[in-house]
């Protein structure tokens, strides 16, 4: 007798999150690329406005407490003091805080899934600062690897999320998250390289 063939293994939510944002990442990274942010120091400058626009808006969930709740250490998972840090060092100086991202706690898990995948991908952008004279104590801080590895601290922050129980309404707000979070950094992108995007 045959045997029946075995049902696929079920996605975890960051799975589902990847797979229902992957043409908005795609976007994002093209778009990052076409701004030739690590080109010089002066577009590196513009690079770090960015960042500090977008993750400055995120320091609300990352101290939320039912977030910390969920996700143990989030708090200190934030790259903004890193990027202010990095502005210092190339004597930029530091815009008003951004406003900031309130949602509920379901879809908050899609703008953090968005902001710490990011760090998972930062490895070739880091590569890119050390041809600028950077690196993880100057200038280049928040770009740098967590101190337990890149791929080490991204399989433990995707077993907390996909570790949280939500209902099918919940799921679809962390979709919704990651999209926004997405297209909130589209904008950032596009506010600080607008005139220099090539797409």
């Not at 805080?97 to 899934?113: F, H, I, M």
């Given at each position: 007798?045959?045997?029946?063939?075995?049902?696929?293994?079920?996605?975890?939510?960051?799975?589902?999150?990847?797979?229902?944002?992957?043409?908005?990442?795609?976007?994002?990274?093209?778009?990052?690329?076409?701004?030739?942010?690590?080109?010089?120091?002066?577009?590196?400058?513009?690079?770090?406005?960015?960042?500090?626009?977008?993750?400055?808006?995120?320091?609300?969930?990352?101290?939320?407490?039912?977030l910390n709740r969920w996700l143990?250490?989030?708090?200190?998972?934030?790259?903004?003091?890193?990027?202010?840090?990095?502005?210092?060092?190339?004597?930029?100086?530091?815009?008003?805080?951004?406003?900031?991202?309130?949602?509920?706690?379901?879809?908050?898990?899609?703008?953090?899934?968005?902001?710490?995948?990011?760090?998972?991908?930062?490895?070739?952008?880091?590569?890119?600062?050390?041809?600028?004279?950077?690196?993880?104590?100057?200038?280049?801080?928040?770009?740098?690897?967590?101190?337990?590895?890149?791929?080490?601290h991204w399989r433990a922050f995707?077993?907390?999320?996909?570790?949280?129980?939500?209902?099918?309404?919940?799921?679809?707000?962390?979709?919704?998250?990651?999209?926004?979070?997405?297209?909130?950094?589209?904008?950032?992108?596009?506010?600080?390289?607008?005139?220099?995007?090539?797409?």
């Amino acid at each position: 007798m045959p045997s029946m063939p075995s049902s696929p293994a079920p996605q975890g939510r960051c799975q589902r999150l990847k797979l229902a944002s992957s043409r908005d990442h795609d976007t994002v990274d093209a778009l990052v690329m076409a701004a030739r942010p690590f080109a010089d120091r002066e577009r590196y400058a513009r690079f770090l406005r960015l960042q500090y626009g977008f993750h400055g808006s995120l320091v609300g969930l990352y101290q939320d407490t039912t977030l910390n709740r969920w996700l143990p250490g989030l708090a200190q998972l934030s790259r903004f003091n890193a990027v202010q840090a990095d502005m210092n060092d190339l004597g930029l100086s530091l815009p008003s805080v951004p406003a900031q991202v309130v949602v509920e706690a379901p879809e908050a898990l899609g703008w953090l899934y968005c902001s710490e995948g990011s760090n998972l991908g930062a490895a070739f952008l880091f590569k890119q600062t050390q041809q600028l004279g950077l690196d993880a104590a100057f200038g280049a801080r928040h770009l740098a690897p967590h101190p337990q590895g890149r791929a080490l601290h991204w399989r433990a922050f995707v077993e907390q999320v996909d570790g949280q129980v939500l209902s099918e309404a919940g799921d679809a707000q962390a979709v919704k998250g990651a999209i926004a979070a997405f297209d909130s950094y589209r904008a950032h992108l596009r506010a600080v390289f607008g005139d220099a995007l090539d797409a």
